[in-house]
């Protein structure tokens, strides 16, 4: 049996709920993947690596995909932010009325990269009996 333990830093709040979720899990799930594993559809992929992501504390994002393919990622994936709005690093204001003036609106916006190496492959092959 696999154990799982919960972080110290999950809110108090929270702990039933984190811990019957994991719990309520396919065993395997608590295992990373294996090379091999079969999944049908995508989503099912993404599923079962959210599932061995939460038992260890992080969350799964899909970082590309098309038809038959996807690149999974850890949250924290990447060294900095993508910026595909293409906005200033800054908020920029009128001197005068103290109105903003650029395309960012909000200043301290949480950024998620911290350079998390931690990813996976998913593609369609075929199977024979």
């Known amino acids: 049996m696999i154990r799982f333990l919960l972080h110290t830093l999950c809110p108090p709040h929270l702990r039933g709920l984190v811990e019957d979720t994991v719990q309520s899990f396919d065993e395997s799930w608590l295992l990373p ?26 969350a799964v994002v899909t970082t590309s ?8 990622g850890c ?15 800054h908020v920029q204001r009128d001197p005068e009325s103290k109105k903003i003036v650029s395309k960012r609106q909000r200043e301290a916006t949480p950024k998620k990269a911290r350079g998390c190496t ?7 092959r075929s199977l024979r009996n």
């Open 118 to 124: 931690w990813k996976m492959y998913w593609i369609v």
């Open 75 to 89: 949250i924290h994936h990447g060294d900095e932010s993508k910026n595909w709005r293409k906005l200033e690093q």
């Open 33 to 58: 993947a294996i090379e091999g594993e079969v999944f049908e559809p995508g989503k099912a992929c993404l599923a079962r690596l959210q599932g061995f992501a939460l038992s260890r504390g992080f």
């Open 65 to 72: 995909s098309t038809a038959g393919r996807a690149r999974f």
